[in-house]
């Protein structure tokens, strides 16, 4: 499977940025997905996983009411809405893909995308 992230980009604070993952190369209405963030100096954390049915979903405390994963199985494609935005959202977004429909931590998922970056000026 192969993951491509986009839409990353330069937001001021209070500002609203849509990151879309497309995927190739599997089934994509059968992967669990998730999106991911690096902030500099920090590990790796979950921001947001959706499930194989659209209703399946999680997400990090600092996020919800702001974010929203979503998935169009049509269009092999996962997407974040974010709303709202921090100074401290800013980090490297990554989507993954997970064999597993309720997979929540990242080393339950077997494949990354190279990561998109997103920054918020305050």
């Known amino acids: 499977v192969q993951l491509q992230a986009s839409g990353g980009g330069l937001v001021q604070a209070g500002g609203s940025l849509r990151l879309s993952c497309a995927a190739s190369?599997?089934?994509?209405?059968?992967?669990?997905m998730g999106w991911f963030r690096q902030a500099p100096g920090k590990e790796r954390e979950l921001v947001a996983t959706?499930?194989?049915?659209?209703?399946?979903?999680n997400y990090a405390d600092s996020v919800k009411g702001r974010f929203t994963i979503s998935r169009d199985n049509a269009k092999d494609t996962m997407y974040l809405q974010m709303n709202n935005l921090k100074p401290e959202d800013t980090a490297v977004y990554y989507c993954?893909?997970?064999?597993?429909?309720?997979?929540?931590?990242?080393?339950?998922?077997?494949?990354w995308g190279q990561g998109t970056l997103v920054t918020v000026s305050s």
């Open positions: 190369g599997g089934t994509f209405s059968r992967l669990g």
């Open positions: 993954a893909a997970s064999r597993s429909n309720t997979a929540t931590m990242s080393r339950s998922y077997d494949w």
């Open positions: 959706i499930g194989w049915w659209r209703t399946m979903t």
